[in-house]
Nanobody, 114 residues
Framework: QVQLVESGGGLVQAGGSLRLSCVVS???????MAWHRQAPGKKRELVAR???????NYSDSVKERFTISRDNAKSTVYLQMNTLKPEDTAVYYC?????????WGQGTQVTVSS
């Protein structure tokens, strides 16, 4: 069983920064890694994804503010979030693909105050 443990969420003022981390409980055969988020009353949406080869892509709403990265040696994916806005408030979920199967973390709350 693959487990994901997220950390780094919290409360921050608009314009501030946070870094999310997600550790995967296995070290091999990890494919794409991604962060999604879900705000109250809204559908879960993709925020950023990074391929096994390290190529990132971002939703338009976070481009040039967020950076996704991965450390394969630590089986960890990060999301550096800068210039946070109140509309970034959501539960952020880590998602990874292992042997073609998708796994999700439990979610971490990010709240941005205006």
């Amino acid at each position: 069983q693959v487990q994901l443990v997220e950390s780094g969420g919290g409360l921050v003022q608009a314009g501030g920064s946070l870094r999310l981390s997600c550790v995967v409980s296995r070290s091999s055969f990890i494919g794409d890694m991604a962060w999604h988020r879900q705000a109250p009353g809204k559908k879960r949406e993709l925020v950023a994804r990074i391929t096994a080869g390290g190529s990132p892509n971002y939703s338009d709403s976070v481009k040039e503010r967020f950076t996704i990265s991965r450390d394969n040696a630590k089986s960890t994916v990060y999301l550096q979030m800068n210039t946070l806005k109140p509309e970034d408030t959501a539960v952020y979920y880590c998602n990874v693909v292992v042997w073609g199967q998708h796994y999700w973390g439990q979610g971490t709350q990010v709240t941005v105050s205006s």
